[in-house]
């Protein structure tokens, strides 16, 4: 697969079936999203279109991205980290009082729309700084990046 991924030519020309390996990955993920699916639809006890904001896809694409892409470990890594980022920033509204009361220029609250939008924000603001210093991710081999050739 990774031939495949980085030169289609070379594998079909050391004899790979690349149409049949692309099928089988296909059906794979399909299997796999599909399963997705249906434990996400589970666990909300219904599927309509309102939960599949594009904040859905960019905080998984977001989790992807910081533990490497094409690395089982590094997803898990990057859920984890993604996770504990969100639990940490839970609690801003406390945080902001407490700054208030040492630097008075800080509001002492923000409503929850402008402390949503910070907290997405920031999660970008670590993303493209981990694009600049590392660009394959946490856990992502850097011989498998093939944007710098």
Same mark, same amino acid.
Request: proline share 4%; hydrophobic share 55%; glycine share 10%.
């Given at each position: ?7 289609e ?18 059906m ?6 599909g399963?997705?699916?249906?434990l ?29 892409a ?18 940490? *920033?839970? %609690?801003?509204?406390? $945080?902001? &009082?407490?700054?208030?009361? /040492? +630097?008075?220029? #800080?509001?002492? *609250?923000? %409503?929850?729309?402008? $402390?949503? &939008?910070?907290?997405?924000? /920031? +999660?970008?603001? #670590? ?23």
């Open positions: 697969m990774k031939s495949i991924r980085e030169d030519e070379v594998a079909k020309a050391l004899g790979k079936n690349v149409f049949w390996y692309k099928l089988q990955s296909l794979l993920g399909g299997f796999i999203a399963i997705a699916g249906s996400f639809a589970w666990q909300l006890t219904t599927v309509y279109p309102d939960n599949f904001q594009p904040l859905l896809t960019f905080n998984a694409w977001t989790i992807v991205v910081l533990g490497g094409g690395n089982n470990v590094g997803t898990i890594l990057g859920a984890v980290i993604f996770w504990a980022y969100f639990t940490l *920033t839970r %609690d801003l509204q406390k $945080l902001l &009082a407490k700054l208030h009361v /040492l +630097i008075p220029v #800080i509001p002492p *609250t923000v %409503d929850e729309a402008r $402390l949503a &939008a910070f907290r997405i924000m /920031l +999660i970008g603001l #670590i993303l493209i700084v981990l694009m600049m210093a590392r660009p394959q991710g946490i856990l992502g081999k850097k011989e498998e990046l093939t944007l710098g050739r």
